[in-house]
């Protein structure tokens, strides 16, 4: 009777034992050092966005059509810039969560190990969005200051699936819109290859991300799992609706205060942002994380 009952257990840890030795195979296989894969020497081409012109906030829209395609190249490229300053704040916060997750636990164990590879990981993408958005000509974006308090007390509070989807979610958004623009040759040819770098390295941790995410879920009530869908959407709107810093239209050169409305207004952009979420939100439906109130906060942030 004993093994009977602990033969589902035993089996769940090892298939989650597998998934990350598959994940560590992976990564020993196919990783990317940026500082010798990235070009950083050449000087920056400015006949080239820093992003598929169509994924720009304000492509679609009045202003846009009046643009001159030197100010729609460098538009991109400071929004391109800001994507990548808020990558590199979720993914310091997502450091944090996943050390503090596997603090004093079994360093033996394959999840553990790959943890700290998905860390060492991650530390490469911030140091190469970092050099990147420096390349760009662009600032040090940052998210406002009351959403980077938010950060830090998610970063310190959340466990768990909240932790994990949350990654998820910065993962997901980001994935889609990289893969179009590391195939697109309007843009600049150093921004492809950070793109690519991080498509290919990512979608291991995305990998992980939902792995974890089932497997914490797997013990939650109806409560828990109800409060966890709503920490999960406001994690979401606040990572998606930081990624362009409204400063980038001033930096561009740009009426910012018009570039600001129309942006808000722009249905083209909110498709785009939908369209890319698809996947992700198949998965948070699958895992029952689609409760009223966090559609509420998705659709707020144009994410369904």
Not at 122 to 128: G, K, N, W
Not at 209 to 218: F, G, H, I, V, Y
Request: charged share 25%; hydrophobic share 40%; glycine share 4%.
């Amino acid at each position: 009777m004993a093994s009977s009952t602990a033969g589902p257990e035993h089996r769940n840890r090892l298939d989650e034992h597998d998934v990350s030795r598959r994940l560590l195979d992976s990564a020993a296989t196919l990783s990317y050092d940026p500082v010798t894969e990235v070009d950083w020497d050449t000087p920056l081409d400015k006949d080239f966005h820093g992003a598929s012109p169509e994924w720009s906030t304000l492509y679609g829209t009045a202003y846009w059509g009046e643009l001159t395609e030197a100010q729609r190249k460098e538009l991109t490229r400071q929004e391109a810039a800001s994507v990548a300053s808020t990558g590199i704040w979720f993914e310091m916060i997502l450091q944090q969560m996943v050390l503090r997750d596997i603090y004093a636990k079994d360093a033996t164990d394959p999840r553990f190990q790959w943890a700290l590879t998905e860390i060492a990981d991650e530390c490469r993408h911030s140091i190469m969005f970092a050099r990147g958005a420096a390349k760009l000509g662009a600032p040090a974006y940052r998210p406002r200051r009351s959403v980077v308090e938010l950060g830090r007390a998610f970063k310190t509070l959340a466990f768990g699936e909240t932790a994990y989807a949350a990654i998820l979610v910065a993962e997901e958004v980001l994935d889609v819109m990289q893969r179009d623009w590391m195939r697109d040759e309007r843009v600049a040819p150093f921004v492809r290859t950070i793109n690519n770098i991080h498509v290919v390295e990512e979608s291991r941790h995305m990998k992980f991300a939902r792995d974890e995410t089932r497997r914490r879920l797997r013990q939650a009530g109806p409560l828990r799992r109800r409060l966890s869908a709503f920490v999960i959407a406001v994690a979401a709107y606040f990572i998606v609706t930081s990624m362009v810093n409204p400063k980038v239209y001033a930096n561009a050169g740009l009426d910012a205060k018009r570039a600001r409305a129309e942006a808000r207004a722009n249905q083209h952009h909110k498709s785009l942002m939908r369209s890319s979420c698809s996947g992700l939100m198949e998965f948070l439906a699958s895992a029952r994380l689609l409760t009223r109130p966090a559609l509420a906060l998705y659709q707020r942030a144009s994410l369904i």
